[in-house]
């Protein structure tokens, strides 16, 4: 005979275990050892066709997630902090997080986003943040380059990262300090050549002509996130489409006179009013770039702060602002933020250093498309030099700024909806 204590026990854990419906991914400082491999979980679930509810503002931007042993022991294997939940734990928390008395939202993500890198073939992973982070949080992404982009494939995909490239065919304004270094010399020359294949006279106009490829992209819909010296040489190739703003030394011809005076800012994406570095021994592009008018911000002090939206009225920027931290490390790199007075009305500012009047992370609507532009190299290595050893992110797990290249990467995943402002 079957005691009753017996029968409470089995019906007790059996009540726990099938209540258990749902997984918390815990995003708050105290809740998450590892944020940055917590992003490839998610994205790993989408990628099984599971819907997954990104909680913003609620525990630093926490996912929910469908229980099921596999995604447990997937955590496990990966080291993501999890926590299971009961449906009436889980409703109760949905039901929280929509009372209208708090700043909190849930958004379904609905689909793994295809994604695309656009980098030079040979280039290591650990060259770019953006490689090296989804890497580590195991997301998979292919590497497309110019003649992918001007055959039109970036249709397939629905993100595109930049990585750090010039796109004003000034081959990155190195030419002062590396113009005798043999790997300088070796890049010019395979530009050169790749531009002659592509049916080209000169790098400027083929890099430019990408330029274009990819503005078409996002106004099409799709979602472009650039980083450093991509976020404003690809402006400055949008406003000079048509005007030659290179020196003798990049393509063997003089500039056009008074080029300045006939840059068009109504074709970039988020910069304005900006006045062009004419040097070609200068390590700069233009004014966008705050690097050297940073005299006043020292390492110890340098932070910007994420901008606080409303969750419920403004989804888009909430999600690219999700964190366990409002303020996060600066960092620099050849476009280290954006002058404020530069970036334009209509592209909302996501995070800034507000006493040294700097834009850090911008982010903008462009046709039926997103852009994001996050200033600086690499978020955990303050000031990236040519030769610097790459950035282990296993010291690193928990970056805030890794957090916002990520935040990108899931971005496209959301079921669309208006925004309301």
């Known amino acids: 005979m079957i005691r009753p204590i017996f029968i409470f026990i089995f019906f007790f854990f059996y009540t726990l275990e099938s209540g258990a419906s749902s997984i918390l991914i815990p995003m708050d ?76 939202e849930a958004v379904i993500l609905e689909k793994a986003p295809k994604i695309a890198v656009y980098s030079p073939k040979g280039n290591q992973p650990w060259d770019d943040a953006v490689t090296m982070v989804l890497t580590f949080a ?25 990585h750090h490239e010039d796109f004003t065919g000034q081959y990155g304004k190195f030419y002062g300090a590396y113009r005798t270094a043999p790997w300088y010399i070796e890049q010019k020359k395979e530009a050169e050549a790749l531009a002659a294949k592509l049916g080209y006279s000169k790098v400027s106009d083929q ?3 990408v330029a ?17 010296s991509a976020t404003d040489s690809f402006d400055i190739a949008l406003a000079s489409e048509g ?12 500039s056009t006179p008074n080029y300045q005076s006939q840059l068009d800012y109504k074709k970039t994406f988020a910069f304005s009013n900006f006045t062009l570095e004419r040097s070609p021994l200068k390590y700069e592009f233009s004014s966008i770039d705050m690097t050297s008018k940073r005299g006043n911000v020292p390492k110890e002090s340098d932070y910007f702060s994420l901008m606080d939206f409303s969750a419920k009225w403004d989804p888009v920027p909430t999600m690219l602002c999700q964190n366990h931290t409002a303020l996060v490390k600066g960092f620099m790199g050849q476009t280290t ?20 009047g700097e834009a850090r992370y911008v982010h903008g609507i462009k046709g039926k498309g997103f852009f994001t532009f ?12 040519v030769g610097d050893p790459k950035t282990e992110l296993e010291l690193h797990p928990n970056s805030p700024g890794y957090r916002l290249i990520l935040n990108n990467v899931l971005f496209p995943a959301a079921r669309k909806k208006k925004q309301k402002t």
């Open 212 to 228: 274009q490829k990819i503005r078409n992209y996002v106004i099409g819909g799709g979602f472009m996130f650039a980083m450093c």
């Open 29 to 104: 400082a105290d809740g998450q050892e590892n944020h940055l491999k917590a992003y490839g979980i998610t994205y790993w679930v989408l990628q099984k066709q599971q819907k997954v509810q990104w909680l913003l503002n609620y525990r630093g931007g926490s996912f929910l997630l469908p229980d099921g042993e596999t995604i447990r022991k997937e955590c496990q294997i990966r080291g993501v902090s999890f926590e299971i939940l009961s449906d009436g734990q889980a409703q109760g928390i949905l039901e929280g997080i929509s009372s209208p008395s708090q700043n909190q």
């Open 207 to 209: 890099k430019n002509a």
């Open 374 to 385: 996050y200033g600086g190299h690499d978020p955990e290595d303050y000031q990236h030099r």
């Open 337 to 356: 933020a954006f002058t404020r007075e530069e970036v334009k009305p209509t592209v909302l500012v996501l995070g800034e250093n507000k006493i040294n």
């Open 138 to 162: 195991e997301i998979p992404y292919v590497t497309v380059y110019d003649e992918e982009v001007l055959d039109d494939k970036l249709a397939i995909y629905d993100w595109l990262h930049l």
């Open 243 to 254: 005007v030659d703003i290179c020196e003798p030394m990049f393509d063997g011809d003089p």
